[in-house]
């Protein structure tokens, strides 16, 4: 792999897109929500099974971008074994990132208490300068609050939903 971060952050699209981890359907899920971005035509079915307030087994399917289709891939497993409120916290650490909240660098940000399994995801810190593709990023982090919420789909186009965030065009 290569230091470059553009180049690191390509190499990490291109592998979870083309083996995605936890792809495919979950059966006995307590967890389900599904996600749209209509802008794009991401469109996402996400379960999880909770026990004793633990993410045990997570999964995604359906069609998406490759940007989409990644973050799915690294959300799974960066949220598998952790209670479900270290599971928001990396939600909220992860949509704060991506959208440009989060204006310290992940790996370097001691003082805020970044949340455990953000170092990975940071690949995705410069999406931000892409707003075009940050729902793209952001969408199976929505839907897995969605499903969390107990709500049964997200979008982030939607004006209820607690998590979104008006990007311009984007």
């Given at each position: 792999?290569?230091s ?9 699209i291109?592998?979870?897109n ?5 792809f ?27 026990t004793?307030d ?5 999964a ?5 971008c490759?940007?989409c289709?990644?973050?799915a891939?690294?959300?799974t ?6 209670t ?7 939600v909220h650490a992860?949509v704060?990132?991506?959208?440009g909240r ?5 790996e370097?940000?001691k003082?805020?208490a ?6 990975r995801?940071s690949?995705?810190?410069?999406i931000k300068d892409l707003p075009?593709?940050?729902k793209c990023a ?5 839907t ?7 709500v ?5 186009e939607?004006?209820?939903d ?7 065009d984007?």
């Amino acid at each position: 792999m290569s230091s470059d971060p553009t180049s690191l952050y390509q190499e990490v699209i291109l592998d979870h897109n083309k083996k995605p981890r936890n792809f495919g359907a979950l059966e006995h899920a307590t967890h389900h929500a599904e996600g749209l971005n209509p802008l794009c035509g991401d469109h996402i079915h996400l379960d999880v099974a909770l026990t004793d307030d633990a993410i045990e087994r997570i999964a995604f399917r359906g069609e998406s971008c490759a940007i989409c289709k990644a973050s799915a891939s690294m959300m799974t497993m960066a949220v598998k074994g952790k209670t479900r409120v270290e599971a928001e916290q990396l939600v909220h650490a992860f949509v704060d990132m991506a959208t440009g909240r989060d204006a310290a660098p992940v790996e370097t940000d001691k003082a805020r208490a970044v949340p455990a399994g953000m170092a990975r995801l940071s690949v995705f810190s410069g999406i931000k300068d892409l707003p075009m593709r940050v729902k793209c990023a952001i969408l199976p982090w929505h839907t897995l609050q969605a499903a969390f919420d107990s709500v049964a789909s997200a979008s982030t186009e939607d004006q209820n939903d607690p998590m979104h965030i008006p990007l311009g065009d984007a």
